[in-house]
Each structure stands twice: as structure tokens, then as C-alpha cells.
């Protein structure tokens, strides 16, 4: 197979860590004769310093014109300024915008190697193996009015939480589609006691569900989900919420795993069809980790690559089909873990960790046999 990749590393340890997975990308091209081509752009904080904004149309029409997306991190202390016009986030968010990129896959497993690195008792996190479907291009951080101001009584800023009936029917429903193919149970979760949209949520979720009679739906609280994934993270199996909520339950539930280092994701804007190859003219999705641009270790060899090249593992599984190719990968890793290697955010007292680049090499090999 033949695929057009774009790589946008984009700022802090974001273009370290998607070179690792370039590196194991290629190994997987050797091993199994398939041919990727690689096309980089600028996004974030780089390009807000080189072109003035956080995604310049020379990069959007890179991804335009690929097969799928392999996004680093964005931003960093040095465009921190709340009252900047431009941040690095604008370069994402766009992107989500202007791909349809509606649904945020994020799962979480726990990886028997890594028990002892999570701060959650050992007992708790026996069969803990769960999926967050995140509605990622409506709620807060897109709805109107979004401003702030200051009057005579000083300052003041308002979001709106807004939703419509089609952005959160189309969610849910991948939700349950992803649900039919693992344990059959849809966690849908919303504030449905104090707010507008959440009983909007309740109720479509609801309407959605009759055409699944084969998977269960459980409608919770995301403030009683919070507590329950520390508590009971093995009671979940499909967890679907909206965008701010999503966002940050997810990377509540990655500190289970031991480090957000592991953690991969996937923007889609629709399930991939059966033979996973997404349709021509259709829109590229986007994969990345979930761990932000971690600024402070940014260029000192010591970030965790495996949640990007994990990340790529769900690039060829979801975006061009290959899931022999993505299950090396999968496979690469635990038995890396397996072997006792452990990069810095995981390794235990004592040990010695893997540099970046050496992580990057080592699952290379053993993807190569």
C-alpha cells in the first residue's frame, strides 16, 4: 500500500516524539512492503513565529492532500499570554474545525507491566481496558458568545455551552457502534441536574440507544464518572461525553495507566469503513497524544514517544485499515514493557531509563522482527 502522511510535530516535545514514530512507521513499510510518504507543515507556536498564525494554508493544504494526520503538541510558555490574539491552541482547534473532526477516541488501558507506576492500588486496576469517545468540535470552547470585557464593575468573560441535536446524535452513535465490537456497554455521561444541553445529551443518547437494544446504556454523572474512575475504572467499557467534560475525564483516566506518555488518541469525522481506507475525497482524520507539548523536557531526550507511536499504531488501523501492521506495533510495545524497558515518567526507583530516540529504536526492531 501506497499512503500520503502528514507529520506536523509541531512545538515542545511534539516533534520529538512523532519522529520516533516515523522512525517505527518505517519499519512497518520495510516489514510488510508498503510504501509511506511523509509531508511536514508547521502548526502552533512555531508557525504563529514564522508565519503569524497557528495553521498557515501551506500546512492546511498538506493535510488536505494526505491520507491521514500524525499531529504532535502545541504550545509552550513562550506564547502563554492570556490576552494574545493568536495562541498555539488556535492551530488544533482549527484543524478539528475544518476536518469535521467531531469524534476524539481515547483509550485507556492498563498495562500489567506498568501496575506499580500508577498511584491508583493494584486490585483497582485488574481487567481496566475502557474507550473515551469525546465530542470534540461543539460545547465550550466553540460556542457564541465568547468574549471578554470590562465594565464599571470590572472585568468579565463568558463561553457558551451550546449543542445541537445532530452533533450529539452522531457522537453517541459512534459510541455505540464502537461498543457492538467490545464489551456492549455505553457509559454516556452529562450534568442533566443543572444544565440545558446535559438534558438535551440525556435525551437523544436515550433516542439513540432503542436502535441498540444489543448494547447496554448506562447514563451517569460526570461528576459521580470522576469519582468512579478511580474507584471502579473496570466498570467501563464505552464512556461518550461532550467536549469540556471529555476532555477532562480523559486525561483524569490516563494517570490510571502510570503516565499520559502511554496514552494514544484519534480524531475522527466519521467511523472508517470496513476496509478502513477512508473515501476518496474524504477527509483526513487525525491521530496524536494525548500528553501536550511538555515544554519542560522539551529537547533533552527523556519524553516517553510510546503514546505517539501508539498513536500510529490507530493511524493504520483506523485510517488505512491495516490491522495486521497496527497489532505489530501494539505488540512491540508490551513486549518492550514486557522485556523491563521503561522510559523516564515510567521507569521505577532505580532503574535506568530509555532516552527518547532509544525507545524509538528499540520498538523499530522488534516491529522488524
Known sequence: MDARIAVLGGDGIGPEVTAESVKVLDSIASRFGHEFTYVTGAVGGVAIDAKGTALPEHTMNIVLGSDAVLFGAVGGPKWDDPLAKIRPEDGILKLRKSLGLFANLRPCRVYPQLIDS?????????????????????????????????????????D??????KEIERVVRIAFELARDRKKRVHSLDKMNVMESSRLWREIATEVGVEYPDVELIHMLADSAAMKIITEPSVFDVIVAENTFGDILSDEAAVIGGSLGMLPSASLSSLPPKNGRRRRGGKPALYEPIHGSAPDIAGKSIANPMASI?????????????????????????????????????????????TTSQTGDMIAGLVSG
Not at 122 to 138: Q, S
Not at 160 to 165: G, I, M, R
Not at 323 to 345: C, M, P, Q, W
Open 310 to 354: 501508539l498513536s500510529a499504531a490507530m493511524l493504520l488501523r483506523l485510517s488505512l485499515g491495516l490491522n495486521k501492521e497496527a497489532s505489530a506495533i501494539e505488540e512491540a510495545v508490551d513486549s518492550l514493557l514486557s522485556e523491563g524497558y521503561r522510559t523516564l515518567d515510567i521507569a521505577l526507583k532505580g532503574e535506568r531509563p530509555l
Open 118 to 158: 500508577s498511584p491508583l492500588r493494584p486490585e483497582r486496576l485488574v481487567d481496566v481496558d475502557f474507550l473515551m469517545v469525546r465530542e470534540l468540535t461543539g460545547g465550550l470552547y466553540f460556542g457564541k458568545p465568547k468574549r471578554r470585557w470590562e465594565n464599571s464593575r470590572g472585568r468579565r468573560a463568558v
Open 160 to 165: 457558551t455551552l451550546a449543542y445541537s441535536e
